[in-house]
RNA sequence: GGGAUCGUAGUUCAGUUGGUUAGAACGCCGGCCUGUCACGCCGGAGGUCGCGAGUUCGAGUCUCGUCGGUCCCGCCA
């Protein structure tokens, strides 16, 4: 490298005029004029056009080879552009270079595509050139956003007292929650580490020990099906806080909230940040995380419906059962094959299927009005409040919480489709008061809904036995826009609470002192009473940058089965190294 | 584990009822052009229609399987 680099492209300006600078970077563009050869020359700050004119035949020669994107060094001098030829769209239209020494530095490959932010391109050619793809305005500019929040956490928890410490990422497999990522032991053969899952009991230890405020920006790992919110790896906020209750963690995170919201985004948050009931959210929106940008509420009208002789309605209220309304007057339209692919749509996510009638002319008809008595059909219009017309969607189940969800998957899905989501609003929410336990099916007993060390409220105690799913946990989850971005609780510290949660969960004395002795040995070494939270740190990059896929916030992101298409991972490894760690690969 | 959807030139796409030599734009290569800036004009190259079977006189098009991308349900303490 001969010509080294005084100046970013994206910097310079007029009040460089007549300065000479070397700039170096890839060219975005040339054109060809014949007499004339520019070139735009991008770097991460920005772009800046350089002139070769003829007089000069050697560098000019050597300046009509150049490509997009190959690497190069210009030395030359700022000048302002003639008054015809200024360029508004650009930062630096004011000036360009006038080149009079050129380095390549590296020529380029015609690149799979081009590295420009309007040019379309399939996810899977970005992603197996994603040093291309990051090599593209758009994805510098997420990243520097990524590294500005991060920044921003740090410089709020550390002004809030806290003390960043690090865990470690070979840790112990536990039972309960995700599936891990193992890693199998040389040194031990045939033991296996765990990924962390988060932090969780080591924030919990460092509380035992007295650190009081704890944060990390920590990568977690959970071995399950991505989504385009979700990947095997992620990163976390982790935070915990000792001699707190729900108070204390709420009103720091809505702190850190109202500052980060105001840096990134100069919004102004209102702060404290209204607070809802799991209970009341299944209610009204059929979500443990409801967006709350738009009405579409859901109607109970299992009670209008007691001694009806309408049999679907009859057979679920027998069973105790759930039957719920949503009233939509922009698909008052609807036609019937809009309803059918709704009613298949609601059958493809898990309902039993779809009810529907609608409101016009002050009466109730299509659908299933002909099944409603008079009576039934006067008290319904009451309920709903309905007047204008309007599609009445119903759900009805003989389990409650799924009718719900349900319902709440239509609310969300109709938002989208009517367009009802006012974009500019930032609407943040805390869930509280989560079930503290439900009930699995699948291991017929019942799993902690958030994890087993979170604390029972005190005053759902004597539930714990002879009412598990009726006690509430002391955690919380904070919603934006629908989006879960942070989650904790207030933590049991005292051994025997901690092994009376442990036996609700039908995890035996013998198992939890293998799995979580040391946590709960370190409970009896006075710990304190101690609480956390972690925020779910791609998820709140997305959304800050308005992006709609976690992908496009994490610098390697994997594809939705889990595989890196860049460098082809995860990958066969030989025998060698197999034998060495004591596996077997079991052939197909 | 289940469902939906997509796969045609380097890229983004079109491709009729199954019928001649599979097209367009951008990119790429060559030429021309002294004020362009997503330059312009002229010319050119470029295809395993994801892969494999099947149906058919004939398959980019229909069927089955398979691989890959994306989205959703389950799963994700």
Redo the contacts with the bound molecule.
């Keep these: 490298m001969r010509l080294k680099r005084t100046h970013k492209c994206g910097e310079l300006n007029k009040s460089h005029s007549g300065q000479s600078v070397v700039v170096s970077g890839w060219v975005n563009?040339?054109?060809?004029?014949?007499?004339?050869f520019?070139i735009?020359l991008r770097d991460r700050y920005g772009k800046v056009?350089i002139?070769f004119?003829?007089?000069d035949e050697n560098l000019y020669q050597v300046a009509k080879k150049l490509?997009?994107e190959y690497v190069v060094a210009v030395a030359g001098k700022v000048s302002p552009?003639?008054a015809?030829?200024?360029?508004k769209?650009?930062a630096t239209?004011e000036i360009?270079v006038?080149a009079e020494e050129i380095e390549i530095l590296n020529p380029s490959k015609?690149?799979?595509?081009?590295i420009?932010d309007?040019?379309?391109?399939?996810?899977?050619?970005r992603?197996k050139y994603r040093y291309l793809d990051l090599r593209r305005p758009r994805l510098q500019q997420t990243m520097l956003l990524r590294h500005q929040i991060a920044q921003a956490t740090r410089e709020f928890f550390n002004g809030e007292g806290f003390v960043e410490i690090e865990t470690p990422i070979l840790t112990k497999s536990?039972p309960?929650?995700?599936?891990d990522f193992l890693v199998p032991s040389r040194l031990q053969g045939g033991k296996f580490y765990a990924l962390?899952?988060?932090p969780?009991t080591y924030k919990q230890i460092l509380m035992v020990a007295g650190f009081d405020r704890y944060y990390q920006i920590v990568k977690?790992f959970?071995d399950?099906?991505?989504?385009?919110?979700?990947q095997p790896e992620f990163t976390q906020i982790d935070v915990e806080m000792s001699f707190v209750d729900e108070e204390d963690v709420l009103g720091t995170m809505e702190k850190f909230m109202k500052q980060l919201f105001q840096k990134v985004l100069g919004i102004e948050l209102v702060t404290p940040f209204p607070r809802m009931t799991y209970q009341e959210a299944m209610d009204r929106f059929g979500s443990d995380k409801p967006d709350t940008r738009f009405g579409l509420e859901l109607n109970e009208i299992g009670d209008i419906f007691k001694s009806t002789d309408f049999k679907v309605f009859k057979n679920v209220l027998a069973e105790n059962g759930y039957i719920g309304a949503l009233v939509v007057p922009e698909a008052a339209g609807y036609s019937r094959k809009q309803i059918d692919d709704l009613t298949a749509w609601t059958r493809?996510?898990?309902g039993s299927g779809l009810a529907h009638l609608k409101f016009a002319n002050g009466a109730l008809e299509g659908g299933i009005s002909k099944f409603l008595s008079e009576n039934e059909s006067r008290e319904l219009i009451g309920r709903l409040q309905l007047s204008g017309e309007a599609l009445i969607l119903v759900v009805a189940d003989p389990r409650r919480e799924l009718a719900q969800?349900i319902l709440g998957?239509l609310r969300n899905k109709l938002a989208e489709t009517l367009q009802l989501i006012d974009a500019g609003k930032h609407q943040l929410h805390w869930t509280v008061d989560f079930p503290l336990l439900e009930y699995?099916e699948?291991e017929k007993r019942y799993?902690?809904?958030?994890?087993?060390?979170?604390s029972p409220k005190l005053e759902d105690m004597h539930l714990l036995d002879s009412a598990p799913e009726q006690v509430r946990a002391r955690a919380y989850d904070l919603i934006y826009n629908g989006n879960e971005i942070s989650?904790g609780s207030i933590r049991i510290h005292r051994r025997d609470l901690q092994e009376q949660v442990f036996r609700s969960l039908k995890i035996g004395a013998e198992e939890a002192e293998a799995k979580f002795g040391f946590l709960l040995e370190a409970l009896e070494f006075g710990a304190p009473p101690h609480g956390g939270i972690?925020f779910g740190f791609d998820r709140l990059v997305m959304l800050l940058a308005g992006t709609?896929?976690i992908?496009d916030v994490i610098t390697f992101?994997?594809?939705?089965?889990a595989?890196g298409?860049m460098e082809q991972t995860p990958s066969r490894v030989d025998e060698k190294q197999l034998r060495e760690l004591y596996i077997n690969v079991i052939k197909e």
């Excluded at 015609?110 to 081009?114: A, D, Q, R, Y």
């Excluded at 309960?176 to 599936?179: F, I, L, N, Y």
């Excluded at 992101?557 to 089965?561: D, G, Q």
């Design positions: 563009n040339w054109r060809d004029h014949g007499g004339l520019f735009d056009q002139v004119s003829p007089e490509r997009t552009r003639p015809e030829a200024l360029n769209e650009l239209g360009e006038l015609t690149t799979p595509f081009e420009k309007y040019i379309d391109v399939s996810e899977d050619v992603l536990t309960e929650g995700a599936r962390p899952q988060s969780q977690c959970r399950e099906d991505l989504r385009k919110d979700r493809s996510v898990g969800t998957f699995s699948e799993v902690a809904r958030h994890h087993p060390f979170t989650g972690a709609n896929s992908r992101p994997k594809t939705a089965s595989v298409l």
